[in-house]
C-alpha cells in the first residue's frame, strides 16, 4: 500500500486508486487511513426494570448478550451453573404474582428460505424463495416455566425481570 508523500500525487487506498487531483474527503473507515469501529456497549438488564426506559441503543444490544448467552449456554458443562451465574431464577415470581418454576431452557434454530407478498386487493399471497445470500439464520432462546397451570415460555428479557425466589440449593 502507498500513502500520499506530497499532495496532488497519484496515490492508492486499500482498494482503489487515486488521480492527482484528489480534492474529496473520506470518512473514517476500517482499513481506508481510519481507526477501528466504536464497540457496541452491552449490560444486563436489573430485576423489574423496563426496557422500554432504556435508550434505544442498549436494548438494541440486548440481542448481542443473548446471542452470547446461547453460545455460552450451548458449550458450558455444567447448565445449571451456568443459569445461577447468568442470574436466571429458577423459581421466580412475574408482575402479576404469579410463582413461575423452570423447568427447561430451550435453543432453537430458525432458517428463513422463504418469504410472503400480499397480492393487490387482499386477494392471496405470492411466495419466493429467497437465494442463498438473502437466507438468514438466527436462534431463539426460550426458558419454560410451569406457573401452577400450565406452560409458560418467557425470553431471556422476561426471565430476568422475575422476582427470584431460588435458594441457594437450587
Do not use: K
Not at 423447568?103 to 442463498?132: K, N, Q
Amino acid at each position: 500500500m502507498h500513502f500520499e508523500q506530497n499532495p496532488g500525487e497519484p496515490h492508492w487506498h486499500d482498494d482503489h486508486h487515486h488521480a492527482p487531483s484528489h480534492a474529496h474527503a473520506h470518512p473514517p473507515q476500517r482499513g481506508h487511513n481510519g481507526g477501528p469501529l466504536p464497540a457496541q456497549w452491552q449490560r444486563l438488564h436489573r430485576r423489574g426494570e423496563n426496557t422500554e426506559d432504556l435508550p434505544a441503543t442498549e436494548r438494541r444490544d440486548f440481542d448481542l448478550v443473548e446471542a452470547a448467552f446461547v453460545e455460552g449456554f450451548a458449550r458450558c458443562s455444567d447448565p445449571t451453573s451456568f443459569l445461577r451465574l447468568a442470574r436466571v431464577p429458577f423459581i421466580g415470581i412475574d408482575a402479576a404474582g404469579r410463582r413461575l418454576h423452570l423447568l427447561r431452557v430451550e435453543v432453537e434454530e430458525l432458517t428463513d428460505i422463504g418469504s410472503l407478498t400480499p397480492l393487490l386487493g387482499g386477494a392471496g399471497m405470492r411466495y419466493a424463495p429467497l437465494p442463498a445470500r438473502l437466507a438468514s439464520r438466527r436462534r431463539r432462546l426460550r426458558f419454560v416455566y410451569h406457573n401452577g397451570e400450565q406452560i409458560e415460555p418467557l425470553d431471556l428479557t422476561a426471565a430476568l425481570a422475575l422476582q427470584n425466589q431460588s435458594d441457594s440449593t437450587e
